[in-house]
């Protein structure tokens, strides 16, 4: 079974620039969230989609970013326009809701994103 | 305000020697779970305890976890320079329903040959 894939591995840009990263989650998880480590510090939560819906998206900075998850598969977060301090790992998890299960979450590898 | 917080936030030792991080947290868990980010790369689940668990055991990897401190541990046998990475906890907010995970500052462990 293949795992949580992203896309790209590392992007860099100019400040200013958009850069769309995405993220394939296990099929069949309708849970599908977004974090990033921003300068070597803690990881943070973005927001939390389930299945197409946005759960919860408290962690999301500001305006800035934009994610979506249409038809409920693949999402995206759109950095426009892309600030120094967005510099850091942005990682994709997925889990699937089971009654009784517990909350495991799968991790990508993550994207690099360096704004110069 | 942060779920977790770890102790230290750096660790240097040498290979061969063991690893002790900690971990404490703020509100009720239904599990803790540990997870591991090399340089550079993605983070990797480790190991999750559930909280009628005491203590549990994979490969190298020891965890505890006291529910009435509110803290947990995680211990390295015998490191090597390879388990050079940043070590993270992480508890959920809910159980049962998806919800995200709250990960400590997390400890630079550095493991010179």
């Known amino acids: 079974e293949a795992g949580v894939t992203q896309f790209p591995s590392h992007s860099v840009i100019e400040k200013g620039q958009t850069v769309t990263l995405r993220c394939d989650p296990i099929?069949?998880?309708?849970?599908l969230y977004w974090y990033r480590r921003v300068m070597g510090k803690e990881i943070k939560f973005l927001l939390h989609f389930v299945k197409e819906s946005k759960q919860d998206e408290s962690g999301m900075p500001n305006n800035r970013f934009l994610a979506e998850r249409t038809g409920g598969t693949y999402s995206t977060l759109k950095v426009q326009p892309a600030e120094l301090e967005d510099s850091g790992v942005y990682f994709c998890?997925?889990?699937?809701?089971?009654?009784?299960?517990?909350?495991?979450?799968?991790f990508g590898p993550g994207t690099r994103l360096t704004v110069l | 305000s942060q779920q977790g917080e770890e102790d230290p936030q750096a660790l240097s030792i040498q290979e061969g020697e063991n690893a002790t991080m900690n971990c404490s947290y703020k509100t009720s868990i239904n599990n803790l779970q540990w997870y591991r980010q090399n340089s550079g790369r993605g983070l990797v689940h480790l190991i999750l305890?559930?909280?009628?668990?005491r203590e549990k055991h994979s490969g190298r990897l020891r965890v505890t976890l006291d529910t009435s401190k509110k803290s947990s541990s995680l211990l390295i046998t015998a490191s090597r320079a390879a388990d050079t990475a940043s070590y993270f906890c992480a508890t959920p907010t809910r159980y049962n329903q998806g919800g995200k995970l709250i990960f400590g500052q997390g400890t630079e462990l550095s493991v010179k040959p």
């Open positions: 998890a997925s889990s699937q809701w089971l009654r009784g299960a517990l909350n495991e979450q799968f």
């Open positions: 099929s069949g998880h309708d849970n």
């Open positions: 305890i559930r909280s009628n668990e």
